[in-house]
């Protein structure tokens, strides 16, 4: 159980483009749902959270029209890079709380964003 | 302030035993959490304290000591396939909010060898 699944893998686009990361819970609902972002031998930091329903909350520095989230069901949120640029290629990884999961966020396996 | 520490590296013999050790400060403690992560891929979760002492799963015991703000992680019987980064996460309180944020600490990167 607690399966968290993210689309796509991986994903290449020019420079000024605007890349969209879907996050799906699998057989549990996400009450919350948390957006990561991990650079090459770093620790992952919280870019921002989502509670379904209502509006993000990002973390200091992170620029909230820049990294577009959505929670518009229990069970799938987004997460859009827009205008990307070279510095914003990552590894950005989600994770799932749900109402029976309190103590656990479960992660998805990643999207790896290469912009060029 | 929050703030993790961990080795940023280790490294270990097969079959032997490895402790980790992660010391943390944070203002709304309300626990913490252990992570592998192999190259290229997301964390999977191994184990969570909240109150102190010892939990046991298997291969793997996780400890911790919330006056001394320390917890460790303990890999017996270590195989080739532990071989990964190996993340602490403490879980913070957010005062007026319903969300309870993990922040991670750098990871250590464990290697181990024939």
């Known amino acids: 159980g607690a399966v968290v699944s993210q689309h796509p893998s991986w994903v290449i686009c020019k420079s000024g483009t605007s890349v969209k990361i879907e996050c799906r819970s699998l057989d549990f609902q996400a009450t919350t749902m948390f957006w990561y972002r991990q650079f090459p031998k770093q620790s992952l930091m919280l870019m921002a959270t989502?509670?379904?329903?209502?509006?993000?909350?990002?973390e200091q520095g992170v620029e909230k029209d820049k990294f577009l989230i959505n929670h518009a069901s229990l069970t799938l949120s987004t997460l859009t890079v827009t205008s990307a640029h070279p510095e914003d290629s990552s590894f950005y990884i989600c994770s799932a709380r749900g109402r029976l999961t309190t103590d656990t966020q479960y992660f998805g396996p990643g999207t790896r964003l290469t912009v060029l | 302030g929050q703030n993790i520490d961990q080795p940023t590296e280790m490294t270990a013999t097969e079959g032997a035993i490895v402790q980790i050790n992660c010391t943390y400060q944070?203002?709304?403690?309300?626990?913490l959490f252990w992570y592998q992560q192999h190259a290229g891929e997301a964390p999977t979760f191994l184990s969570y304290?909240?109150?102190?002492g010892l939990e046991e799963k298997g291969r793997f015991s996780s400890f911790l000591s919330r006056s001394k703000g320390y917890s460790y992680l303990l890999l017996k019987e270590l195989q080739m396939k532990d071989s990964a980064s190996y993340l602490c996460?403490?879980?913070?309180?957010?005062?007026?909010?319903?969300?309870?944020?993990?922040?991670f600490g750098t990871g250590t990167l464990l290697a181990v060898q024939p």
């Open positions: 944070t203002s709304g403690f309300n626990g």
């Open positions: 304290n909240v109150l102190d």
């Open positions: 989502s509670n379904e329903g209502s509006k993000a909350t990002y």
């Open positions: 996460a403490v879980r913070d309180r957010e005062y007026g909010g319903a969300t309870n944020k993990l922040i």
